[in-house]
């Protein structure tokens, strides 16, 4: 079992940066990909990011791509993305999510452990 609590949403401009957290309870997260998912309003959940368990290897969207980053840190049990650039159409909830099904999974089915999300707006 894996509890995932994400950190670090907020209200930015357009440009502008946000590093969001995805803190894990459980011994064994370092047998996890994680992945990042965000919804907008009156969307359907759209894939941004995942980090396999060692975090060697990261998959992004095209959407995100030379803007957002994925990292890790197995000994604190937190995963982190750093969102640069940041535009209007980034402005959503953001979650994170478990899996041990993949290294770097893209579908969300593949995810057993959701967090609750984390409210990212880009203002213009």
């Known amino acids: 079992q894996v509890q995932l609590v994400e950190s670090g949403g907020g209200l930015v401009q357009v440009g502008g940066s946000l590093r969001l957290s995805c803190a894990a309870s459980?011994?064994?997260?370092?047998?996890?990909?994680i992945g990042w998912f965000r919804q907008a309003p009156g969307k359907g959940r759209e894939f941004v990011a995942t980090?396999?368990?060692?975090?060697?290897?990261?998959k992004y969207a095209d959407s995100v791509k030379g803007r957002f980053t994925a990292s890790r840190d197995n000994i604190k049990n937190t995963v982190y993305i750093q969102m640069n650039s940041l535009k209007p159409e980034d402005t959503a909830v953001y979650h994170c999510?478990?899996?041990?099904?993949?290294?770097?999974?893209?579908?969300?089915?593949?995810?057993?452990?959701w967090g609750q999300g984390t409210q990212v707006t880009v203002s213009s």
């Open positions: 459980g011994r064994t997260f370092n047998n996890y990909a």
């Open positions: 999510a478990a899996t041990r099904f993949c290294s770097v999974c893209t579908a969300d089915n593949v995810y057993d452990y």
């Open positions: 980090i396999s368990s060692s975090g060697s290897m990261i």
